[in-house]
């Protein structure tokens, strides 16, 4: 039997209402605030990640779907941002009014190792915000982000922010950050020797409880928490601070919090949820003032972030699928599928027996299955009525055919 891959999982139908709880949500709270949906394509060039999310992260590194049609490397996309900026360049949305605001949800492959709250293939939903530079602009898609959450019915949430600076101040911080951890190399993990050589602020994102204990000694908080900041970098993330506190956002800073990706400078943040396990961050995000240039079109400031649809899904209440409000039953099909059609125009979710078995079955089903039982029987069909069975209290009436519809609620 083939059975689904490993880290892929199916959708069934008791778990759609709970996914399409999600995705309402997410298109009533984010169009609230006009921004707008977009949808990429699932595989872009491979090119477009490499430069995109950067050769030093592990998504690049390790994680990708890669493949070659036509002498084209093509990879299955394992986040959107860099196929949201691809298309923001492609499009010239550059000459569009700005900010340009955009959603999406779909989703992402990374060969990662399966386990709880991690897929091959899983879900995200995300925001962009394209064309403003300003800290008004990193609070509101934080704010949208816990009103999302909010609206999913999740209230405890811990906020992390940091700020990575510029360009300039990260150059030192870096040097700092080398220069303190230099003499702890062999201690620390294979990764963390690598991300030495390549982008050293990710070494303090390290799971590894060994590595996490040196970051945690003495001189080496002295350099992570040191002033390495501008003064521009510093109105900004204290702006960012004010405007968060305004819309009443609680919030921690985390000086170790640096994100998984390269592109982040200035404001990162990540949100967990305090329902779940290990794996509790739900959303990370940040801006990345320098990725539409990198990519090739005009130098243009942006702020997003992406939440993991999966480990949404394990915290919020499932929702079920509403009950039929009307099963039909009746042993002449043809009336039957007359009076499905009509009660379904009218907004009800009806059903009848396509197998045309006996009453009693029918009515066995009905009672299994919806609110009302609709009785359509020779008797009914010679007197021109309907006969209405509540199925929750058993009341019954016989009703006029053209003038039944009012009494199902
Ligand atoms: P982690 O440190 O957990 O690997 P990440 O830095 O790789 O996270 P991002 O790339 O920022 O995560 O993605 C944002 C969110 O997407 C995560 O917070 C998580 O909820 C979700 N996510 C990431 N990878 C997976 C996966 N393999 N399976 C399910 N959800 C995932
Ligand atoms: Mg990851």
């Known amino acids: 039997m083939i059975q689904a891959q490993k880290g892929t999982k199916d959708i069934l139908p008791e778990e759609s209402p709970t996914w399409q ?32 999310v950067g050769d030093s992260t592990d998504i690049v590194n390790k994680e990708m779907y890669t493949f070659e049609k036509s002498e084209r ?35 992402m492959f990374r060969y990662e190792r399966p386990q709880a709250g991690r897929q091959r293939q ?25 009103k999302y959450l909010n609206e999913l019915g999740l209230n405890d949430l811990d906020v992390e922010i940091n700020s990575l600076c510029c ?4 150059k030192n911080y870096r040097e700092a950050i080398k220069n303190v951890l230099a003499p702890y190399l062999p201690q620390l993990c294979e990764d963390c020797n690598f991300r030495y050589e390549k982008n050293p602020l990710r070494m303090l994102d ?27 970098c510093k109105e900004h993330f204290e702006k960012v601070q004010q405007y968060l506190k305004a819309l009443n956002i ?32 739900v959303c990370g995000g940040g801006r990345y003032d320098s990725l539409v240039e990198t990519l090739g079109g005009p130098s243009t400031p942006a702020v997003g972030w992406a939440m993991g649809m999966e480990r949404l899904y394990s915290l919020i209440e499932k929702t079920e699928a509403p009950r039929l409000d009307v099963f039909v039953v009746s042993e002449v099909p043809e009336e039957a599928l007359k ?39 020779e008797d009914e069909i010679k007197s021109n009525t309907v006969t209405l069975k509540n199925l929750d209290t058993s009341e019954q009436v016989n009703l006029p055919r053209n003038d039944y519809k009012k009494q199902i609620v």
């Open 167 to 170: 360009p300039e101040c990260r």
């Open 250 to 281: 609680k919030f921690k800073i985390n000086k170790l919090l640096v994100r998984g990706l390269d592109y982040y400078n200035r404001t990162v943040f990540e949100i967990k949820s305090n329902n779940l396990g290990s794996q509790n961050a």
């Open 21 to 52: 709880k999600m995705e309402a949500a997410a298109n009533k709270i984010f169009s609230a605030a006009n921004f707008n949906e977009i949808r990429t394509p699932i595989f872009e060039a491979t090119e477009l990640f490499a430069r995109g």
């Open 73 to 107: 490397s093509l990879t299955l996309r394992p986040e959107n941002t860099a196929g949201v900026v691809r298309a923001y360049i492609e499009h010239g949305f550059s000459r569009l009014p700005q900010p340009v605001k955009l959603w999406y949800k779909g989703p």
């Open 206 to 232: 390290c799971k590894v409880d060994s590595c996490k204990k040196i970051f945690e000694k003495e001189e080496v908080q002295k350099v992570i928490l040191g002033d390495f900041i501008c003064e521009e």
């Open 122 to 146: 899983f879900h995200q939903v995300g925001v962009e915000m394209f064309g403003t530079a300003e800290p008004a602009a990193d609070a509101e898609v934080i704010n949208l982000a816990v």
């Open 339 to 377: 009076i499905v059609q009509d009660l379904r125009e009218y907004g009800f979710k009806a059903e009848f027996d396509y197998s045309n078995r006996k009453f009693k079955k029918q009515l066995d089903k009905a009672a299994k299955t919806a609110k009302y039982a609709l009785i359509l029987m």
